[in-house]
């Protein structure tokens, strides 16, 4: 089954600087990649996803690279801001199965 | 509309006991997912149901967990002689189709086990 880690496990930026969040995937065959948040007591929610057949997606301030080659993914989130602070997850199919988190800080 | 509803929202039970987790999808979603979250870990995978379609049970940690899904909505979390670490919230998730499409979140059951 899929195997799925990320990096690093906790993450601390001083707001307005950039955040990036590592994660590698070991089935070749996974063809979706969601990210998720999830803030402090609150459920996870759906922040950006990409799927195999592109390389890079935009929203805003978050954007999600992807390398199938190498099997990794990326989560990018650009000038940070206190609100952005919580539990991050990727995740890949298939079947599905999440990263271990990555608590993002953003100090103010 | 309504969202993923859980029932019940806190669940205190003594060891050895069974307990049995309710999840309510949003109408019309098709799969339907449930995860284990310990206290500050990831989200552990279960068990996962697509419509009609034999359900991959390949997350549970022991034979004392099952589930169930009636009518390819309502579903229902059993563990079994329940440990003290059993203790966690249990999340459930629906989507409108299979694995590769967003999943929406319930708010979760916290299971004690003292």
């Known amino acids: 089954g899929e195997n799925v880690e990320q990096h690093p496990s906790t993450l601390s930026v001083q707001e307005g600087d950039s955040a990036v969040i590592k994660c590698t995937y070991s089935?070749?065959?996974?063809?979706?990649f969601p990210w998720y948040k999830q803030e402090l007591g609150k459920r996870p929610q759906l922040i950006i996803d990409i799927r195999s057949n592109v390389g890079e997606k935009k929203d805003q301030r978050i954007a999600v690279t992807l390398n199938k080659t190498a099997k990794h993914f990326s989560l990018h989130i650009t000038e940070t801001q206190p609100e952005d602070s919580a539990v991050y997850f990727c995740a890949a199919t298939t079947p599905v199965r999440f990263g271990a988190g990555t608590r993002l800080t953003v100090k103010p | 509309g309504a969202g993923v509803s859980q029932s019940p929202s806190n669940k205190v039970t003594e060891k050895g006991k069974d307990v049995e987790l309710r999840c309510d999808p949003i109408s019309g979603h098709t799969a339907l997912y449930w995860y284990r979250q310990s206290l500050g870990q990831g989200l552990e995978f279960l068990i996962y149901?697509?419509?009609?379609?034999?359900?991959?049970k390949s997350g549970l940690p022991s034979d004392r967990f099952s589930a169930e899904r009636t009518g390819g909505s309502v579903s229902t979390l059993t563990i079994q002689r329940t440990q003290q670490e059993d203790s966690a919230v249990y999340l459930c998730?629906?989507?409108?189709?299979?694995?590769?499409?967003?999943?929406?979140f319930g708010p979760g059951t916290r299971l004690t086990v003292l």
């Open positions: 089935d070749s065959a996974s063809n979706y």
């Open positions: 998730a629906s989507g409108t189709s299979g694995s590769t499409d967003t999943q929406y």
């Open positions: 149901f697509q419509g009609n379609s034999a359900p991959d």
